[in-house]
């Protein structure tokens, strides 16, 4: 069968293109800007999720969808409709869907979005599986790494994270292309449910900075949910590498 992965060039995309590749699916990888080159065998065919461009010729002879796209913002519900309205004209048989853990317990505007992309693909006519993930590493590196720019490094109190190795979600988001529709699958949680702080202060450690962390203790439910644990799946720890292993990677030994 052919394989659709959308988001194909993005942090998640890329990985479950890999993987697929290797197992010798056949997979057709959809990106708002197609570049030369890419992995051996993959398909590449340039459309626009948000607007809808070039979708409808994305999804032509695919059975299976995997949508690893977002936009990080609101457009992500544009995107999934006219994913979802498209792949219903074509006949796509199974549609996977990869959200975040927690978007229906932390009323943030993002992850009420994400929460809302679920909606529209229950409710579709396709066949679908949702998997929701933890935070990758990859996030938060991109996080840490804009607050080592200011001139403090702020810190959420009382919030944790159990941050998953993003080959890790990718192994299992390509496990679910053989098993057909599922409803939701069991979640994918990182090995360990640590602070922001710690994370933060091991990220600093990798990359030899000195810097003065500022506690942040914002008021509002969304916090309060964080603080409760409203990204973890301590039931579902089942990724095995860890945040240092990730940095050791990127920056080295120090």
Known sequence: ????????????????????????????????????????????????????????????????VIDCA???GKKD??????????????????????????????????????????RVVRESRLGWTVLRATQFHDLLLRFFGASAKLPVFPVLTGVRCQPVDVREAAAHV?????????????????????????????????TGRRQLLLPLSLPGSAVRELRAGGLLAPERAVGRGTFEETLAERFGHR
Do not use: F, N
């Open 174 to 206: 390509v496990e679910l292309v053989g098993e057909g529709p599922s409803g939701y699958a069991p979640e994918v949680g990182g090995p360990q449910a640590r602070t922001y702080r710690d994370l933060a202060e091991a990220y600093l450690r990798a």
């Open 70 to 72: 977002t936009s990080q």
């Open 1 to 64: 069968m052919t394989v659709l992965v959308t988001g194909a060039t993005g942090t998640l995309g890329r990985e479950v293109v890999r993987l697929l590749v290797a197992r010798g699916v056949a997979v057709r990888g959809l990106s708002r800007r197609v570049r030369g080159g890419g992995a051996d065998g993959v398909e590449w065919v340039a459309g626009d999720l948000v607007t809808g461009d070039g979708v409808a010729a994305a999804v032509a002879g695919v059975e299976t």
């Open 77 to 118: 519900l544009d995107a999934v409709r006219h994913l979802v309205a498209a792949a219903e004209r074509a006949g796509v048989r199974h549609l996977v869907y990869v959200s975040i853990v927690g978007v229906d317990r932390v009323p943030i505007p993002y992850y009420r979005t994400k929460y809302a992309c679920e």
